[in-house]
C-alpha cells in the first residue's frame, strides 16, 4: 500500500513538472509569435486538457490582426490652420521662383504675377535707309514686356552665337510690348518710323528673354515650361 501511494505521488510530480516544462514552451512559442495569451492563460488552458497546437493558435494573432498605426492629429487644427499653410507655401515658392528669375533674366522691374511675368529691358530701334549707319536713327528706349504664362511655348534656348554671346530663351505666346514714353523727343515722321520698325522687330507673338551669362539656362528654360503648366 505504502508502495502504491509513492508510485502515486512520483506520477503526479511527474505530471506536475511537464505541465511546467510545457507552460513554459508554449510561453515561449506564443510570445515569439506576437503573444496574446498570459501564463495564467496558459495554465487555464492547460488545466482543461487543451492541446499545445490548440493552446497556440488560441495565443499567438496574425501581423495582420495588429492595431493599425494612427499618426496623431491635433485637435487643436483645423482645416482652415491646413488651408492658410497651403497658402504660405504656395507664396514662398511663388517668392522663391520670382527671386530667381529676378537674377536669371537680363531684365529690370521683373515680376511674376499668377498670370504672367513682367519685365522692362532696353531695346534698340534703327530706321532709315541710308546706306551709312552713322546716318541712320538709332533709339534704345525701354520696354515693358508682359508674357501670359499660360500655354507659352519654348521655341529654342542657347548662345547667339552658338558658343559666344549672350544666352536667350525664344518663345512663342500672348505677348505684350509698350515703349515706356511717347518718343516726344522726335519728329511725328520719325515716331512713325520708330514705331513701325519696333513693331516689325519680332514675329507676332515671339519674344526673346535675355538670360544673364552667371546662371544656368537648362534652369531658366525647366522653370519657364513649370510656369506655363501650372
Request: charged share 30%; aromatic share 8%; with cysteine.
Amino acid at each position: 500500500m505504502i508502495i502504491n501511494i509513492q508510485v502515486f505521488d512520483t506520477n503526479v510530480a511527474r505530471s506536475g513538472i511537464l505541465r511546467v516544462l510545457l507552460a513554459a514552451l508554449l510561453m515561449t512559442i506564443a510570445y515569439g509569435a506576437n503573444a496574446d495569451c498570459s501564463k495564467q492563460d496558459i495554465d487555464f488552458y492547460l488545466s482543461k486538457d487543451f492541446t499545445q497546437e490548440q493552446i497556440t493558435k488560441l495565443c499567438t494573432f496574425a501581423p495582420t490582426d495588429a492595431p493599425v498605426y494612427q499618426p496623431y492629429a491635433d485637435p487643436s487644427r483645423s482645416s482652415y490652420d491646413e488651408d492658410r499653410e497651403e497658402r504660405r507655401d504656395a507664396r514662398r515658392k511663388k517668392q522663391e521662383t520670382e527671386d530667381f528669375l529676378r537674377t536669371a533674366i537680363s531684365a529690370v522691374d521683373v515680376e511674376l504675377t499668377p498670370e504672367s511675368l513682367k519685365y522692362t529691358r532696353k531695346v534698340c530701334i534703327v530706321t532709315g535707309l541710308d546706306p551709312d549707319p552713322a546716318n541712320r536713327l538709332k533709339v534704345c528706349p525701354n520696354v515693358k514686356y508682359d508674357i501670359t504664362l499660360h500655354d507659352l511655348l519654348i521655341l529654342s534656348s542657347g548662345k547667339k552665337f552658338v558658343y559666344f554671346g549672350t544666352a536667350t530663351v525664344d518663345i512663342k505666346g500672348k505677348i505684350k510690348r509698350e515703349i515706356v514714353g511717347n518718343l516726344a523727343n522726335y519728329a511725328d515722321y520719325q515716331r512713325v518710323e520708330l514705331l513701325e520698325t519696333f513693331n516689325g522687330s519680332e514675329p507676332e507673338g515671339e519674344t526673346t528673354i535675355p538670360v544673364r551669362d552667371d546662371v544656368p539656362l537648362e534652369r531658366v528654360v525647366d522653370t519657364l515650361r513649370q510656369l506655363s503648366a501650372s
